[in-house]
């Protein structure tokens, strides 16, 4: 007869078994324990900011998603975890960690959060391999947005200057078509933050009426926002610029996005991979910019009536 098992292992064998099933990545990632969605963003205020809105939207609707903050450099054993749990849908925040989730988990559908320069971005030209598994919505605004303030704000400023590098071409050149649609020549100039004063005296030899700033590190560090802030108030010039901070900095105007509503506009994407394990719309999506005016710079250069003209929906900024 033979001797009866011992519970205690039995149930030990059992705990070993569904382990290591998991490890392996077999079955459903919700019967493992783990959520469908996994969402991983880098130390980042805006980017948290984003991530917790769209993880708070999605548990709204019933989709469980799971946050985790993970440092740019993390060693390679994460994504190789996470490519064994097999989520129906990762989030990541950051052009850089995209490109790096996409390289390293092959066919799950990817939605991103939070990129800025998107149109530059290498896993949305039309040759990338990842083209269409990934969407997402930047933190750009859309340039018809910048180029319905432009023609808003300032009837008198008809020639403008883009400072950009090669990071940064694609999304310049996408502003410059939107603004010559409402009547706005843009100039774009190549720049470099180490060689900002060059950038500067192009500014004065062109005799422009303004300046369109971007988000793009290679060309402004905290140092050249001083600098061309302080250009534009010399030189009584309009400077428009891509965060509420730099307007409130000093520069007449600008569109930029909250990351709130970042975030809640991605829960839609993620929501219809979910379902389908697919997008039916891959891209970008953008969120409706939100525009304001620093009401005693545009009286420092003489637009107080532009700024004034405004629509209800611009907030005035009064330092």
Same mark, same amino acid.
């Given at each position: 007869m033979?001797?009866?098992?011992?519970?205690r292992?039995?149930?030990?064998?059992?705990?070993?078994l569904a382990?290591?099933?998991?490890?392996a990545?077999? &079955? *459903? @990632?919700?019967?493992?324990?783990?959520?469908?969605?996994?969402?991983?963003?880098?130390?980042?205020?805006?980017?948290?900011a984003?991530?917790?809105?769209?993880?708070t939207?999605?548990?709204? $609707? &019933?989709?469980?998603?799971?946050?985790?903050?993970?440092?740019?450099?993390?060693? *390679?054993?994460?994504? *190789?975890?996470?490519?064994?749990q $097999?989520?129906r849908?990762?989030?990541?925040? &950051?052009?850089?960690? +995209?490109?790096r989730?996409?390289?390293?988990?092959?066919?799950?559908p990817? !939605? /991103?959060?939070?990129? +800025?320069?998107?149109a530059?971005?290498?896993?949305?030209?039309?040759?990338?391999?990842?083209?269409?598994?990934?969407?997402?919505?930047?933190?750009?605004?859309?340039?018809?947005?910048?180029?319905?303030?432009?023609?808003? =704000?300032?009837?008198?400023?008809? $020639?403008?200057a883009?400072?950009?590098?090669?990071?940064?071409r694609?999304?310049?050149?996408a502003?410059?078509?939107?603004?010559?649609?409402?009547?706005? +020549?843009?100039?774009?100039?190549?720049?470099?933050?180490?060689r900002? @004063?060059?950038?500067?005296?192009?500014?004065?030899?062109?005799?422009?009426d303004?300046?369109?700033?971007i988000?793009?590190? #290679?060309?402004?560090n905290?140092?050249? !926002? $001083?600098?061309?802030?302080?250009?534009?108030?010399?030189?009584?010039?309009?400077?428009?610029?891509?965060?509420?901070?730099?307007?409130?900095?000093?520069?007449?105007? &600008?569109?930029?996005?909250? @990351?709130? *509503?970042?975030?809640?506009?991605?829960?839609?994407?993620?929501?219809?991979?979910?379902?389908?394990a697919? /997008?039916?719309?891959?891209?970008? #999506?953008?969120?409706?910019?939100?525009?304001?005016?620093?009401?005693?710079?545009?009286?420092?250069?003489?637009?107080?009536?532009?700024?004034? =003209?405004?629509?209800?929906?611009?907030?005035?900024?009064?330092?």
């Amino acid at each position: 007869m033979p001797a009866l098992l011992d519970p205690r292992r039995v149930h030990r064998r059992l705990i070993h078994l569904a382990v290591t099933i998991a490890a392996a990545g077999l &079955g *459903d @990632p919700a019967a493992a324990g783990e959520p469908p969605v996994q969402v991983l963003v880098t130390p980042n205020k805006l980017y948290q900011a984003a991530a917790d809105a769209l993880v708070t939207r999605l548990r709204d $609707r &019933g989709i469980d998603a799971r946050l985790t903050v993970i440092e740019q450099d993390s060693p *390679d054993e994460y994504l *190789d975890r996470l490519r064994e749990q $097999r989520p129906r849908v990762i989030v990541t925040a &950051g052009a850089g960690l +995209t490109q790096r989730v996409l390289r390293a988990v092959p066919r799950t559908p990817v !939605v /991103f959060l939070m990129t +800025t320069n998107t149109a530059d971005a290498e896993f949305l030209q039309a040759g990338s391999p990842h083209h269409d598994r990934v969407a997402g919505v930047p933190a750009d605004c859309d340039p018809a947005d910048i180029a319905r303030l432009l023609q808003a =704000s300032c009837a008198r400023c008809g $020639r403008l200057a883009l400072l950009m590098s090669e990071r940064s071409r694609n999304t310049a050149a996408a502003i410059k078509r939107a603004a010559a649609r409402h009547g706005v +020549t843009i100039d774009l100039i190549s720049a470099d933050r180490d060689r900002f @004063p060059e950038a500067i005296e192009a500014l004065n030899k062109g005799h422009y009426d303004g300046v369109v700033m971007i988000p793009d590190a #290679c060309v402004y560090n905290a140092a050249n !926002v $001083r600098r061309l802030l302080l250009w534009g108030l010399r030189r009584k010039k309009a400077v428009w610029a891509f965060s509420e901070k730099v307007i409130r900095a000093g520069a007449y105007a &600008g569109t930029y996005v909250a @990351p709130e *509503d970042v975030g809640n506009t991605a829960a839609g994407l993620v929501e219809q991979a979910v379902a389908h394990a697919a /997008f039916s719309n891959p891209g970008v #999506c953008y969120v409706p910019a939100r525009r304001a005016v620093n009401v005693r710079t545009a009286s420092m250069i003489g637009l107080q009536r532009e700024a004034g =003209s405004l629509a209800a929906a611009v907030t005035r900024i009064q330092p």
